[in-house]
């Protein structure tokens, strides 16, 4: 059994805390949350502490935070129903559209497309059009209720969207007519998906839901060799795992390490659980273990966990309880 230990406990923001961000480079991280704020916060010495507060930016809570793969840049989605993107302490831009809550934003790799999603139950795809430009290139109106969360594919324009409406949906962009279209609608869970993140290689997906499971999907691509039918030639999601009993309440947040291959869960149980695939895991029918439960990570709900990108085994979380702890795994 492995074993999580706790390395820091930041507070700083007023009220619930819902999202924490890594920088790329591992060496800094973002968070946001109901007091409208956005802190920037980096490790001098053994701590950390706030180094930039980015307020004016949004009227109501900020519900996420990502960088761009460069770094230079921060999108935050508020449930004023705006997008901002700050660049050096200032907000450069901010994406309007969306007729309410935004609940999630993410980056593709190359740092071009910026998707958004709403409880508008749309998703939206923002093209980089120049210095701090923006421009909308695709309203996709694909779930039927609120979406929680878009997660960019890490190596392919090929979008992630997780609703309230218990499904995930993918995009992507036509090659025939560039429209960005629904690829593939993932079903399993009962009740909301409330945030999927990809593997290192993007062929397969982790969900966690209201339902309290976590699922992994595998992506079959035309011509696979399991002799999955891919109609249209498209690639196909298939649910080939669920994760049931280890969680007594909903699950907000998952984290899938591109480092070490561990996934991370946030629960409303205020706790957070970290799973590790079996060593005679089947490609096809793969198996998890649980490696370490920490029951009372946070005092109340834990809404958001993070893997660092770059330091294997340290993860970040927050918390309705106003904190922002940082733990090392010990396998």
């Known amino acids: 059994m492995g074993r999580l230990i706790l390395e820091h406990s930041l507070q700083g923001h007023k009220g619930r805390i819902w999202g924490v961000a890594w920088h790329p480079k591992g060496n800094s991280f973002a968070s946001c949350g109901e007091d409208k704020a956005i802190r920037v916060w980096s490790l001098s010495g053994n701590t950390w502490s706030t180094k930039t507060i980015l307020s004016d930016g949004h009227k109501r809570t900020i519900r996420e935070v990502r960088w761009s793969p460069c770094g230079e840049y921060l999108a935050s989605a508020s449930f004023d129903a705006t997008t901002a993107i700050?660049?050096?302490?200032?907000?450069?831009?901010?994406?309007?559209?969306?007729?309410?809550?935004?609940?999630?934003?993410?980056?593709?790799?190359?740092?071009?497309?910026?998707?958004?999603?709403?409880?508008?139950?749309?998703?939206?795809?923002?093209?980089?059009?120049?210095?701090?430009?923006?421009?909308?290139?695709?309203?996709?109106?694909?779930?039927?209720?609120?979406?929680?969360?878009?997660?960019?594919?890490?190596?392919?324009?090929?979008?992630?969207?997780?609703?309230?409406?218990?499904?995930?949906?993918?995009?992507?962009?036509?090659?025939?007519?560039?429209?960005?279209?629904?690829?593939?609608?993932?079903?399993?869970?009962?009740?909301?998906?409330?945030s999927i993140d990809f593997d290192a290689d993007g062929d397969r997906l982790v969900s966690c839901s209201d339902d309290a499971t976590l699922k992994i999907w595998r992506a079959y691509h035309p011509g696979n060799d399991a002799g999955i039918a891919t109609p249209d030639k498209t690639t196909v999601w298939k649910c080939v795992c669920t994760i049931s009993g280890q969680h007594s309440r909903a699950i907000y947040d998952v984290s899938w390490c591109k480092l070490t291959g561990l996934i991370a869960s946030a629960c409303g149980d205020d706790g957070i659980r970290i799973f590790k695939e079996t060593s005679d895991s089947k490609r096809d029918e793969p198996t998890f273990e649980m490696l370490t439960a920490e029951e009372s990570a946070h005092e109340q709900d834990v809404n958001a966990v993070e893997w660092n990108p770059i330091t294997a085994g340290q993860l970040i979380s927050c918390s309705d309880d106003g904190t922002i702890k940082i733990w090392k795994l010990i396998e």
Not at 157 to 169: G, M, Q, R
């Open 86 to 194: 700050w660049s050096k302490h200032e907000c450069n831009a901010t994406l309007e559209g969306h007729e309410n809550e935004v609940k999630s934003v993410s980056w593709s790799r190359s740092g071009g497309l910026l998707a958004t999603c709403s409880r508008d139950k749309s998703v939206w795809i923002w093209e980089v059009a120049g210095d701090d430009e923006f421009e909308c290139a695709a309203v996709l109106n694909a779930h039927t209720q609120d979406v929680k969360r878009v997660v960019w594919h890490p190596k392919l324009e090929v979008l992630a969207s997780a609703s309230y409406d218990n499904t995930i949906k993918m995009f992507a962009e036509s090659a025939l007519d560039s429209d960005w279209d629904c690829t593939a609608t993932l079903s399993s869970h009962t009740s909301t998906v409330w």
